[in-house]
């Protein structure tokens, strides 16, 4: 992987959550080339394996673990097996997080007058939806970082970095739930910061803008693969006029976790959105 620049991870073991996913495999890659002991944990065991078995392939020290967020006990026994295989955490990345059907309306505003029985309006969303989507979001932030955390204490450049969203600044519309869940990610990179700064972990977010992930992939473009109204409305409210390139997370991710370059930085969430979050639309 070509990275922007590198920073100093040898004998360090990064713990990241939702590995097997677009985003965070890439985190992984770029922890890895600098010189990171990287565990991978997802729910998807397939997919987190194969990410584990391509960085390994390639040299680096990774290892796969199947592991719901969302339930403490599992982590608890995924954090001793990292215990044994790897050693105490230094950095946590929390990736895990998305949104769900059922947590979603079909219409962008509510128009009483063109609702139907296929039509999800806000009044029927789905409560089980929205608690799982809150949840995964909320609590897969919360709950690894009180299995991994206590550990981080004092240990030299000791950082989490959560993953937020363009959300949390900007509610899209027809995804509340996901929108709300991320500001409270955001809210709880802001209260962990000062929960532990006196123990010497750094903790920070990034909010992605818009990139093009296989989550949402269809709902930006058709099956000719041209751009839907819903792209053509987020690039216009994009002064760079154009969806990122994961690729443009790694600079950012790199920076907050370097103990060199952001010490004194902690309770930040940086936006990286093409300017999407200070675009007025005038």
Known sequence: MNLPFKINLQGKVVVVTGAGGVLCSMFARALAEC???VALLDLNEQAVIKVAEALTSAGFTAKAYCADVLDKDILEKVHNKILDDLGPCDILINGAGGNHPKATTSQET?????VDDETVSFFNLDKGGISFVFDLNFLGTLLPVQVFAKEMAGREGAAILNISSMNAYRPLTKIPAYSAAKAAVSNLTQWLAVHFADAGIRVN?????????NQN???LFDEQGNPTARAGKILSGTPMSRF????ELIGAMLFLLSQEAASFITGVVLPVDGGFSAYSGV
């Open 110 to 114: 509510y128009q009483p007058d063109q």
């Open 205 to 213: 977010a990034l909010a992605p803008g818009f990139f093009i992930t």
């Open 217 to 219: 992939r269809n709902l």
């Open 244 to 247: 990122g390139d994961e690729k």
């Open 35 to 37: 010189g990171a002991k």
